[in-house]
């Protein structure tokens, strides 16, 4: 199946513009969110609300959160995504980020410190983290899911939505397993988000879901080359939450083929972090890391 190369699409996302967010700094956060609120009317009632002004701040917080995943994308005017913007910012100043440049590595291929790190991507602060997406490329639609696609679209803010939305118009077809796209990030402390489908696995893991599982690595890699100075990449689990692919498989397949990328591109990257989130994935990548140190 064709799909669309970065060159078929940098222009119509602005992929290299800086993202400047606004900065409406004389307008309280309850405002903001009202103001936002009042924009995702239809969002909020078929969340079943009838008037989130009789809910808490934080609720309204939350609600807002799931009214823009369930949103369409260019569903907000003007105002309203400066207002997100403006509230995505003053919480990502008030949350603590980390700066890949900061983490030890865990090893070193060739020139790329290679990094095990346990924590939210969305508060990593690296040239371009990697998104676990769905063919719809969209973002999820459930409200409050505890997903890495969730998660990221919520802290970025709507452009993203608006982005992936203009790609797989752009490409005809929804995303194949197994490549990659590229977004800026907009509201996060990374400046690109790199999105990609891995396979999902039901039963036992098949050729098929090895191959492209690999595929949606290299792919990733690949992908940094084709923006300028994306010189630290953070790597999520890349299908071994929802879509089932059990995590002591995929993460031995995702160091080999980041190492023999690495090898190949030996100056390409400074920076490659494995980010986990819960402690047992961390376990895992610590054992594999350790084994692939001892084999190599
Ligand atoms: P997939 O559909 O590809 O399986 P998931 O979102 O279900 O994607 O999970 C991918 C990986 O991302 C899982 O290991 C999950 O624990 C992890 N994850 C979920 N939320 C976050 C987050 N905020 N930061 C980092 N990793 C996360």
Redesign the pocket.
């Known amino acids: 199946m064709k799909h669309l190369s970065v060159a078929g699409y940098c222009t119509n996302i602005d992929l290299n513009a800086p993202f400047v967010p606004a900065q409406l700094s004389d307008i309280d956060d309850s405002v903001l969110i009202r103001d936002v609120l009042n924009d995702l009317t239809s969002a909020w009632r078929q969340l079943g609300i009838k008037d989130p002004s009789t809910l808490s701040h934080q609720d309204q917080r939350r609600l807002l959160d799931a009214a823009i995943t369930i949103a369409p994308p260019f569903s907000l005017n003007a105002h309203s995504k400066a207002a997100l913007d403006t509230l995505l910012q003053r919480e990502r100043a008030s949350t603590t980020e980390t700066h890949v440049g900061n983490l030890p590595p865990f090893l070193t291929l060739g020139n790329t410190k290679i990094v095990l790190w346990r ?6 602060n690296a040239d371009a983290i990697v998104n ?3 063919s719809q490329l969209l973002g ?1 639609f459930l409200p409050q899911h ?7 679209h919520n802290r970025a803010g709507v452009q993203l939505r608006e982005d992936c939305d203009v790609l797989i118009k752009l490409q005809g077809h929804d995303e194949p397993t197994g490549i990659a796209k590229i977004t800026r990030a907009y509201n996060l402390p990374s400046r690109y988000v790199i999105h ?3 396979p ?1 696995v039901q039963g036992a893991v098949t050729s098929d879901s090895k191959r492209l599982l690999s595929s949606s690595y290299s792919s990733i890699l690949d992908t940094t080359q084709t923006v300028d100075n994306i010189r630290s990449l953070a790597f ?10 059990p ?1 002591e498989q995929a993460t031995p397949l995702a160091l080999k083929t980041v190492a023999q990328w690495v090898k190949a591109n030996p100056d390409a990257l400074d920076t490659v972090v494995f ?4 402690e047992h ?1 961390y376990n895992v990548y610590q054992s594999a890391l350790e084994e692939f140190i001892c084999k190599n």
């Open positions: 924590g939210d991507i969305t508060t990593l676990a997406a769905n999820c505890k997903c890495i696609d969730n998660a990221i990609t489908v891995g999902i999520c689990s890349i299908s071994t939450g929802v879509f089932g692919y995590i980010n986990v989130f819960s994935d």
